[in-house]
Nanobody, 125 residues
């Protein structure tokens, strides 16, 4: 089982940026072959796909993230990042890291079974 720990959330004003990190443990060098993703869940809403990155660096984004968010990974550190720019109040949510997301031919089929505890992002003036 993969252990995931998110960090980097906080309270920011509209237009500001945050970078989230997700450190994975329990898989050693196998991390490099994992497809990793970020999801988010706002109060009263279903969990929403934000972005994924697969082995080799191919990425894909949910509609709310396109053009503003960037997912990246550092396989040497077993860490995946989410750079979020121009944050807006609608981005307020708990952001979760997910390991082993299922991607076939670039199409997201669903999340993996391993989740982090989440990190709160609040965007408010």
């Amino acid at each position: 089982q993969v252990q995931l720990v998110e960090s980097g959330g906080g309270l920011v004003q509209p237009g500001e940026s945050l970078r989230l990190s997700c450190a994975a443990s329990g898989i050693g060098s196998m991390f490099s072959i994992y497809a990793m993703a970020w999801y988010r869940q706002a109060p009263g809403k279903q969990r929403e796909f934000v972005a994924y990155i697969i082995s080799g660096g191919h990425t894909n984004y949910g509609e709310s993230a396109k053009g503003r968010f960037t997912i990246s990974r550092d396989d040497a550190k077993n860490t995946v990042y989410l750079q979020m720019n121009n944050l807006q109040p609608d981005d307020t949510a708990v952001y979760y890291c997910n390991a082993g997301v299922s991607v076939v031919a670039g199409r997201l089929l669903g999340p993996g079974s391993d989740w982090g505890q989440g990190t709160q992002v609040t965007v408010s003036s």
